[in-house]
Nanobody, 119 residues
Framework: QVRLVESGGGLVQAGGSLRLSCAASGRTFSSYTIAWFRQAPGKEREFVSSLRWSSGSTYYADSVKGRFTISRDNAKNTVYLQMNSLKPEDTAVYYC????????????WGQGTQVTVSS
């Protein structure tokens, strides 16, 4: 089973940037899709971005397209979420998760990292 650990959250002013990291242990990412989700207080968890490790294909929610970039470091078995031009509505707990290829469920989740954007 993959163990995921997120880091990089914090408090930033609107317009600022943060880079989140999701490090995997136990297994490599090579046979997974890795995704970032977020959940704001009182709201449902929502998809932010994903990366298919084998192909490098990436996807983004419309709300973050053009501002966030998902990337990977093969050697470190780590996925990053670079977040630029942050807005107060980006405030949430951000989670990374993995979905094995040919499945529909995200089977492992990290503990989450808090991102707070002040206006």
């Amino acid at each position: 089973q993959v163990r995921l650990v997120e880091s990089g959250g914090g408090l930033v002013q609107a317009g600022g940037s943060l880079r989140l990291s999701c490090a995997a242990s136990g297994r490599t990412f090579s046979s997974y899709t890795i995704a970032w989700f977020r959940q704001a207080p009182g709201k449902e968890r929502e998809f932010v971005s994903s990366l298919r490790w084998s192909s490098g294909s990436t996807y983004y929610a419309d709300s973050v397209k053009g501002r966030f970039t998902i990337s990977r470091d093969n050697a470190k078995n780590t996925v990053y979420l670079q977040m630029n031009s942050l807005k107060p509505e980006d405030t949430a707990v951000y989670y990374c998760a993995v979905r094995p290829l040919a499945t529909v469920e995200f089977s492992s989740w990290g503990q989450g990292t808090q991102v707070t954007v002040s206006s």
